[in-house]
T-cell receptor, first 111, second 114 residues
């Protein structure tokens, strides 16, 4: 049973516009959520995170929103740039637990 | 450079071979992980080590054998693999298991079993 789900396998966005990547989770014990970015043939790199006591965390062009009641989080990238084209993984964790990852969303930013 | 180094980057092995993947971290982290990434599947956790003790084994076949000799090194010993074991194998480390901490990944080893 997959505890973290990314239902959109791919997303295409025009350069300069907003990219919104979505993630849903099922385990109410999760208290820390992360987004990773992955280029082909490389390992995932940490992008941004949010703890369950917050509903928003911003870092430059990247903002993560957390809706605990809906068990949903999203990553907003604005403005989107061609270099943002990659696969984005959502992950969640709880104290003493492993990291649970979604299947990823492949983002293509069109110049 | 994430501080987690994996070698080799690419490996081709026959089904009767024995090989080992190596992972090294100098971040002072207490937890290390092996993940498998196959096409169109989520990252699959294979093993978790915390303070050099194995704390999780996610029903991984015995043809995969992990070893954690110290907190900075993690190995994955491979023997009699199958073609379906071909995948990207990722090592990661984190300060502790779970909680308010990020996992840092290595570049991965692209394994092809022929």
């Amino acid at each position: 049973d997959q505890q973290v789900k990314q239902n959109s396998p791919s997303l295409s966005v025009q350069e300069g516009r907003i990219s919104i990547l979505n993630c849903d989770y099922t385990n109410s014990m999760f208290d820390y959520f992360l987004w990773y970015k992955k280029y082909p043939a490389e390992g995932p790199t940490f992008l941004i995170s949010i703890s369950s006591i917050k509903d928003k965390n911003e870092d430059g062009r990247f903002t993560v929103f957390l809706n605990k009641s809906a068990k949903h989080l999203s990553l907003h990238i604005v403005p989107s740039q061609p270099g943002d084209s990659a696969v984005y993984f959502c992950a969640a964790t709880a104290p003493g637990n492993q990291f649970y990852f979604g299947t990823g969303t492949s983002l293509t930013v069109i110049p | 450079e994430t501080g987690v180094t994996q070698t080799p980057r690419h490996l081709v092995m026959g089904m009767t071979n024995k090989k080992s993947l190596k992972c090294e971290q100098h971040l002072g982290h207490n937890a290390m992980y092996w993940y498998k990434q196959s096409a169109k599947k989520p990252l699959e956790l294979m093993f978790v080590y915390s303070l050099e003790e194995r704390v999780e084994n996610n029903s991984v076949p015995s043809r995969f054998s992990p070893e954690c000799p110290n907190s900075s090194h993690l190995f994955l010993h491979l023997h009699t693999l199958q073609p379906e074991d071909s995948a990207l194998y990722l090592c990661a480390s984190s300060q502790d298991t779970g909680g308010l901490t990020e996992a840092f990944f290595g570049q991965g080893t692209r394994l092809t079993v022929v």
